[in-house]
DNA sequence: ATCCGGATAGTCCATGTGGACTAGTTGAAA
DNA sequence: TTTCAACTAGTCCACATGGACTATCCGGAT
């Protein structure tokens, strides 16, 4: 078994999938309520289109085909075994990479699925790496000055480092907080109330 | 004149072009060694599509293909003045918004072919879309708290707050700096010495 | 003298992306 | 009562992306 290509869409298509079967348009609507296209753009293309895909990996699988009246067939999935694991095997390695920003994103909001210990870990590792940069960035910047380079050009890599700071500074704060058991953690049987369909408030 | 779509790395080369006739070649080794491609991934095969692209939309134009000894050809361009246009449309539209990152990188990167008091107005204006979200985001915690959504689930939100206040507050360190006419403004004549090519110039 | 890695310069193609489109179905306003 | 906007559910396609590949040349190590 070949680590399958995901997508962010992808692991966030499998990991809503563990939550319960459903058709793609329900998909969308679900992710765009909890807000998750702050992350990734959710568009109809993309989304069935990922769909598809995950099916011809055999990570979920057809459960059902019905219609309501005279709408168009809806089509609902399943997550398999396999597309289970995916998702665990995907955030182990995109937890601790410095990769994709929306690619980490993804991986940190599904981080829950990794045991305490090993999140703690990657994300450490992150944060080394993270460090790795902001010197590189560090250096440019001391060396663009001290050849002389007008400030006008270096606008974007101040913004750069200065994000760079921000982003270790929150993982130097998140670390050791997740790392105590006062912090909730796993994925749980129960899954947020709100963002379940039990309210139906749409 | 229609807006013409123009993607990140099409701005970038527009304005590598205003710099003088270049080969795809040598704007690949150019971004890289100035580190865009920190903002936006360079590959062959997008840069030069983008360049054919361009090219397609009378953005820039062929100068010369030259050949040195058996090796491949190499088809030199230069920008239009609706290339040329075209970058500060972009940059226009671009930094006072709040669209995808990469975008706003390089329009930042760029906005020295704006004058300095409408980069001001714009970054302003960013800031205050800004400012916007990151009210949402608070609304989104609190709620999302208020509801009793364990912690391991607004991570990733804390993390966006995070940096979106970090964003703002560099916008607010910025904007004040650049308004002084302390801090060196304008494409100018000159470009910084360590990344032009010595001689072959303008 | 030769071998090999890296630079030069570019092509090609599978896949992913996002926007436009279809088409029936409520629900509320005019 | 008609009409119009918004929702439901999905298809289709143009285009952008990025990785793999070709082929030559140069310089240093073997």
New interface residues.
Partial sequence: MKDVALTPLGVMVLALLREGDMHPYEMARLLRSR?DD??VTITNGTLYHTVARLHGQGLIEEVGIDRDGNRPERTTYAVTPSGSAAVGEWVRRELGAAGR?STF?VA??E??NLEREEAVELLSARRDLLRGQLDEIEA?LAG?ES???????L??????R??Q???I??LDD?IPR?SSPD????P?PKH????RKASQND
Same sequence: chains 1, 2.
């Fill in positions: 807000r702050r992350m920003i994103r940190l909001a981080a829950h440019g663009a050849r002389g380079v007008p400030e006008q050009y606008i974007e890599l101040g913004r750069h200065h994000l700071r921000a982003d500074d929150w998140l997740i912090f909730a953690w796993g749980g947020p109330p709100a963002t």
